[in-house]
């Protein structure tokens, strides 16, 4: 608390030094115009600045660049137009005097191809980046990340302020979409598959404590949630579409940052050759827990959390033979849980034990892009990846001697191959077709002791796998009015012969010019999480058996019908309604509750053997999204879900799923103040409120755990009982203040979570050395805080 009160006072002394600032400082926009479906550079595009004191403008070059300097920063707002093509208008640019702005636009060609287009189309976060993603799909940018407050500049809980999405968990970022598993979640980075971009990840999950995506390398990626296009395969849930953004062509601009969860960060960007061309970008973070236990200061644990990662992309100059990008991500984690320091609250640890946690994550990639013609393009990429954590866990003993119960010992290294060919026919026809290839090598280690006299090896496996994707996909504009998205996908497993073809299919109609009906469908299959695979059980004759080897996909065809109805402007409303129905979830081969839908919100998966794909499930509700975007100072969005989430076991019964909350709600506000002679710089206060249903959870045997000294569940009740409503109030202040003298900006955030301290229930678990089912809540009122400076 005495770090939040010393940053309080700096940012008041800020405040009160800004006032007055007198003279007008300015910034360069930069960027490129591109063609929407083939992404040729359109050259003689029109550029304008609107509201501007004085005419401003310029046209795109040869290569579609442009560059608009001395623009007054502030917010603006810029209209591109040109013959043939729709105009676009991009609100809301937020210019800082230590960092240049770069747009990629892409205009759509006209459908009617007029000599003069007069329908200016608005950029709106409503819409995905991918032009083929237009139905359960939107794109997110850098500001909404650090603006919403609660985000812990994550933009995975970023995303949980979407419709459909719920993230009711505060120690973790796993994101459950319309009653989904968090596993069923795709994450790609510029257009490939990645592991778990979490700091403490852990093999087959999707979600983590904190995030190892630095956000400051982000530009507009896009966040899906249903019936995507069929350039997304092996997934049920959704699609995290991450693109790292390049780095300043021109100049060379440096940005310090300080962050609660994110830590410290130090990150650089500029030319390579301001004559050939390229750019560089790259940022390392160090987790400001261990900076500040190592400078002595109390930040309130004894588990001291140790992270980093490196993030880094690297435009090469243009060659003939097309453009090169090398891009990646590296991170490294551990934290020491030791018992006898830890309380009953504690999220992780017991304090009869000790457990000790490191983790790993790394993607290296090179991506070739050829424009081969006006209408067509190859976009290539080659990358690795390596995803490791070790878990060792002992007990401590009555008489205070340590035993070892558990060792895990997970590495996984990916290397893949992803190529895309996108033609462009004419202004109605835009074909895109690509094949993936990934080759898994494997070496997964797991052995227990636990209330057993001996040690069991439950996995062990070193080897290879492979997944081969292909899909085609096309956009046909039937009409001004009506669009069709069409594609087939398909993908097969080497390790077990399994194999799927899926149909995707949406439709677009305007009813209006501000009024969208969407109709969507998707048969998506998923491998298993890799975990699951290679248990293995000892047979009396003394052979290894892998239990679940011959798993296959699970499958989910999704339907989805949605209004889209934009009024005023500024104002969007949107209702989407969807069934899913999922088939081939592996169950238990004898009578019982498991089912494979129920995994994949923790840290590990459960020891269950020999499988089968005879499991069903179905998630089926309504979402409303009223939505101001920031316009005249201010911005509102709220959102609502109400669904319902089934499954069926081997033993026939209908039950809840693990992640059947029935309901959620978020309220999202923020006002934005000029402040100054100039009103050059802003106070901001943004604030949001979330309400969800609690989730079903299967009780604890008492009795039974006693009598085995570890945690037992009564199965037969699995998923009956419910946690109490999650309600969670969160208020943030920011300043941003611009340098009346140097290119330099700073933007400073307070992010006061659970401002009521509400306590929320985390999980039920059996505490051994007292005997009895606890309660452990989650986290109460935490104040975050951000500092960045540019320049």
Request: no cysteine; net charge negative; aromatic share 12%.
């Amino acid at each position: 608390m005495k770090i939040t009160r010393l940053l309080t006072i700096s940012f008041l002394s800020l405040l009160f030094a800004a006032m007055g600032v007198a003279q007008n400082p300015t910034q360069t926009i930069r960027g490129s115009v591109l063609d929407q479906q083939s992404e040729t550079p359109l050259i003689g595009v029109t550029v304008e600045l609107l509201d501007a004191a004085d005419a401003t403008g310029t046209v795109t070059e040869p290569d579609g660049s442009f560059a608009l300097p001395n623009v007054p920063v502030g917010r603006q707002t810029l209209r591109f137009s040109y013959i043939g093509y729709e105009g676009v208008t991009i609100p809301n640019i937020v210019v800082t005097a230590g960092k240049e702005v770069f747009l990629e636009v892409k205009m759509a060609e006209s459908f009617t191809q007029l000599n003069e287009v007069v329908v200016t189309a608005q950029v709106d976060k409503d819409k995905a980046g991918n032009e083929l993603a237009t139905i359960s799909a939107r794109q997110f940018s850098l500001e909404e990340v650090t603006r919403y407050s609660g985000a812990r500049n994550d933009a995975a809980r970023m995303a949980a302020n979407f419709a459909g999405v719920n993230i009711s968990d505060d120690s973790r970022n796993d994101i459950v979409i319309r009653g989904n598993s968090p596993t069923g979640l795709l994450w790609r980075l510029d257009g490939v598959a990645i592991p778990n971009p979490n700091h403490y990840s852990t093999l087959g999950t999707t979600g983590g404590p904190v995030s190892a995506l630095n956000t400051n390398l982000l530009k507009n990626s896009d966040f899906l949630t249903s019936a995507f296009p069929a350039e997304y395969g092996n997934a049920l849930s959704g699609v995290f579409d991450i693109q790292l953004r390049s780095g300043n062509r021109e100049n060379h601009e440096y940005t310090f940052q300080l962050a609660a969860f994110s830590g410290l960060e130090a990150m650089a960007e500029g030319p390579i050759s301001k004559e050939k061309g390229g750019s560089y970008l790259v940022a390392y973070r160090h987790s400001f827990a261990e900076l500040a236990n190592e400078a002595g200061l109390n930040i309130g644990t004894t588990a001291t959390p140790k992270y980093k990662d490196l993030s880094f992309k690297v435009d090469l100059p243009k060659t003939k033979f097309g453009n090169f990008s090398l891009f990646g991500i590296g991170g490294l984690s551990n934290i020491d849980f030791i018992g006898k320091d830890l309380s009953d609250e504690d999220f992780y640890g017991e304090t009869d034990q000790n457990s000790y946690v490191k983790s790993q994550f790394g993607v290296l990639g090179l991506t070739h892009r050829l424009l081969i013609n006006e209408t067509t393009y190859l976009r290539t990429t080659i990358a690795a990846s390596n995803s490791a954590n070790t878990y060792n866990e002992e007990k401590v003993q009555e008489d205070g001697s340590i035993r070892r119960h558990l060792e895990v010992d997970d590495a996984v290294n990916r290397y893949t191959f992803s190529s895309l060919l996108n033609k462009k026919y004419n202004a109605r026809l835009t074909l895109r077709t690509g094949v993936i290839a990934e080759l898994f090598h494997l070496n997964n280690f797991l052995r227990d002791r636990e209330a057993r006299p001996d040690w069991v090896t439950l996995r062990d496996f070193d080897g290879n796998l492979g997944l081969l994707q292909a899909y085609a996909q096309t956009q046909y504009r039937l009409s001004e009015k009506l669009t069709l998205n069409g594609g087939l996908h398909g993908q097969y497993l080497t390790f077990n012969d399994t194999w799927a073809i899926e149909p995707r299919l949406a439709l677009n109609y305007h009813l209006t010019e501000n009024q969208t009906l969407n109709l969507g469908y998707g048969l998506h299959s998923q491998m298993q999480p890799l975990p699951m695979y290679f248990l293995q059980v000892m047979l009396p004759d003394g052979e290894q058996v892998r239990t679940n080897k011959d798993m296959e996909f699970t499958r989910s065809h999704q339907f989805v019908l949605g209004y889209d109805v934009k009024v005023g402007g500024d104002w969007r409303i949107k209702a989407e309604t969807y069934y899913q129905a999922l088939g081939n979830v592996p169950i238990q081969s004898e009578p019982g509750s498991f089912s494979m839908l129920n995994v994949g919100a923790d840290f590990g998966f459960p020891e269950e053997h020999y499988l089968v794909n005879e499991g069903t499930g179905k998630n089926y509700g309504a979402e409303l999204t009223v939505e101001k975007f920031f316009s005249r100072g201010y911005y509102v969005l709220v959102t609502g879900s109400v669904f319902d989430s089934k499954y069926k076991g081997s033993d026939g019964i209908e039950r809840n799923t693990a992640f059947n909350n029935k309901y959620t709600m978020n309220f999202l506000a923020g006002k934005e103040v000029k402040i100054g002679k100039d009103k050059r710089n802003a106070l901001t206060f943004d604030t949001k409120f979330t309400a969800a249903g609690g989730r079903y959870y299967t009780p604890i045997d008492l009795a039974a755990s006693i009598a085995e000294g570890k945690q037992v569940f009564q199965e037969d009740k699995a998923y009956s009982e419910r946690i109490d409503t999650y309600l969670r109030w969160d208020v943030k202040f920011g300043y941003r203040l611009n340098s009346k003298k140097r290119k330099l900006s700073q933007q400073f955030f307070l992010d006061f979570q659970n401002v009521t301290n509400h306590e929320n229930v985390f999980t039920y678990r059996f505490n051994r050395e007292k005997g009895e089912v606890q309660q452990v809540n989650q986290i109460g009122f935490f104040p975050d805080l951000l500092w960045r400076v540019q320049f």
